[in-house]
C-alpha cells in the first residue's frame, strides 16, 4: 500500500496588511507554504506563483526529481520578472513535505518559514532558518531566547526569487504513521510560542481543527 499525507490548510490575511503574503498547499503527496519576502514588490505573487507551479504535476520521484522541479518554478518567477520589470526583486520563502516514488519523506526548504514535528508526544523543528538572526544563534553571538524578539529577526539569507544562485535544500526524513507536521510561515512563529504550537498539535482532534486554532491564537497574539 502506497503511503498517503493527510493535511489540512488555513490562512489569513490579519488585521495589519492589505494583501495575504502566504500561499498552500495540500494533497495526498505533499504540502507546503510559501510566504512572500516583506519588504519586496509582489511577494503574494511570488507565493502563490511557485506553488501554482509546483502542483501543476505530481509528486517527485526522488530528492533530485524535486529539486528540478521547484527550479523550474523557481524559473517561473524570473519569467514574470522578464515580463515586467517591476517586479524585479520579488522572492518567497518555501517549506514543504513531499512522498518521494518509493513512499518516503522528503523536505525541501528556503527561508525562514518553518516545519514542525510531533512524533511519540516530541515536538521539535525540523528546518532550519536562513536568517541573520539564525546566523548569529550558530556563532554564539546571540541566546536562541532573545531571537524571538530581535528587532533583525526577519532578514532572512535565502530565499527563491527566479535567480540561478537560489538555494533550495531537500533532505529525507523518516516517514512513520501517526506523525503530526506542522508547516508555517512566520506570521505564526513571530507571535506564537512553540509550546502552545505543541500543545494545540496534541490535542487536535482534526487537521481542519488544529490549522484553525494556530490560525486563531496567531490573530489573538496580533
Known amino acids: 500500500m502506497h503511503s498517503r499525507l493527510r493535511a489540512a490548510a488555513v490562512s489569513d490575511v490579519g488585521e495589519h496588511r492589505a494583501t495575504n503574503q502566504d500561499a498552500a498547499f495540500t494533497s495526498g503527496w505533499g504540502a507546503a507554504v510559501a510566504d512572500g519576502v516583506g519588504g519586496g514588490p509582489s511577494g503574494d505573487l511570488a507565493s502563490a506563483a511557485l506553488v501554482h507551479r509546483l502542483v501543476a504535476g505530481r509528486g517527485a520521484a526522488d530528492s533530485e526529481a524535486l529539486i528540478v522541479r521547484i527550479r523550474e518554478a523557481n524559473w517561473d518567477l524570473r519569467a514574470h520578472v522578464q515580463r515586467d520589470p517591476s517586479l524585479q526583486g520579488m522572492a518567497t520563502t518555501f517549506t514543504g513535505l513531499f512522498l518521494d516514488d518509493a513512499g518516503d519523506l522528503l523536505i525541501a526548504h528556503s527561508g525562514d518559514s518553518r516545519a514542525y514535528l510531533l512524533r511519540d508526544g516530541w515536538f521539535s523543528r525540523e528546518t532550519r532558518d536562513d536568517s541573520y538572526v539564525q546566523v548569529l544563534v550558530d556563532r554564539g553571538l546571540l541566546d536562541p531566547a532573545a ?76
Open 147 to 222: 531571537a524571538v524578539s530581535h528587532p533583525r529577526r526577519n532578514i532572512i539569507t535565502a530565499s527563491l526569487g527566479g535567480g540561478e544562485a537560489d538555494i533550495v535544500s531537500v533532505t529525507p526524513r523518516e516517514l512513520r504513521t501517526g506523525d503530526r507536521w506542522l508547516l508555517c510561515s512566520d506570521g505564526v512563529t513571530d507571535y506564537v510560542p512553540e509550546l502552545d504550537l505543541a500543545d494545540i498539535l496534541r490535542a487536535a482532534v482534526s487537521l481542519e481543527q488544529a490549522a484553525a486554532d494556530v490560525v486563531a491564537l496567531a490573530l489573538e497574539a496580533g
